[in-house]
């Protein structure tokens, strides 16, 4: 039997499922990040075949670029995902699963742009932007 993670918004109105394991996140320190969810943004990569939303309609989308959008849920205001339409696959937010994920952090993408209020620490490779893939 495969894991099941499970996670929400703050208010519970977004639930959704993860079936599998949880691919190790990145952490994106862009401002863009950085300003829609108070901090940096660490997130995983989820097939989309692989997660089952509820409470999709209290979901809302901000376009904060041309062909990437951001969801947070309409009621609480929490940071949920990190969507480019038309992959396979939709960013997750971390903070948002309500159990331990057994994942961590494998990268720091973004750093050129991170706040000077911390310093990253934890050994974890570094990326001025994202590196290739």
Not at 4 to 17: A, D, I, K, P, Q
Not at 47 to 53: G, K, S, V
Request: net charge negative.
């Amino acid at each position: 039997m495969s894991a099941e993670h499970r996670g929400s918004c703050l208010c519970g109105r977004v639930h959704f499922v993860v079936r599998g394991e949880i691919p190790a996140p990145d952490a994106c320190h862009c401002q863009a990040c950085r300003k829609s969810s108070g901090h940096y943004f660490v997130s995983a990569d989820i097939q989309r075949a692989a997660i089952d939303i509820s409470g999709l309609d209290e979901v809302r989308w901000y376009h904060s670029t041309p062909d990437v959008r951001r969801g947070f849920c309409g009621h609480c205001g929490a940071t949920l995902f990190w969507d480019r339409p038309g992959r396979d696959w939709i960013g997750v937010a971390m903070g948002a699963f309500d159990t331990p994920t057994g994942s961590h952090i494998h990268v720091h993408i973004f750093v050129a742009e991170k706040g000077d209020y911390y310093e990253i620490g934890d050994g974890v490779p570094q990326y001025a932007r994202v590196p290739e893939r």
